[in-house]
């Protein structure tokens, strides 16, 4: 079965999303805090992972590691999380995602909150 991820080109696709994504994530002091003193290529990497996950690929596919593993301990809040979906949908819209690929986007990030969120 076809992915987003597939359906709007893989690995280049993501690369100019991720690098729009990181940039508006990176300007909210609730959001970059999350990553202070970590290095850049740790940055690049959660979030190519948080984009291959948004479009329907799971971490496992991608890393070999679940959300929860990959964010245990960071103690992500709810606040946090839904400010990182609306930028990743912002994003992605801006990048030519149909309204309706966005909207199982957003589903898709809503039932992984549980996955991500500690706090």
């Not at 940055?43 to 971490?59: E, S």
């Not at 400010?83 to 309706?100: F, K, N, W």
Request: charged content about 25%.
């Amino acid at each position: 079965m076809e992915t987003l991820f597939d359906k709007y080109g893989g690995a280049p696709f993501v690369t100019l999303v991720v690098r729009d994504f990181a940039t508006k994530f990176s300007r909210h002091p609730n959001l970059r805090r999350y990553f202070t003193g970590k290095s850049k290529e740790i940055f690049l990497i959660h979030h190519t992972t948080f984009v291959v996950m948004a479009l329907g690929k799971t971490p496992e596919q991608w890393l070999g590691k679940s959300m929860k593993t990959l964010h245990s301990g960071l103690g992500i809040t709810s606040t946090a999380y839904e400010l990182s979906t609306e930028i990743m949908l912002t994003v992605l819209r801006d990048h030519g995602v149909s309204e309706a690929d966005l909207n199982e986007v957003g589903k898709y990030l809503k039932k992984s909150k549980t996955q991500i969120v500690e706090k």
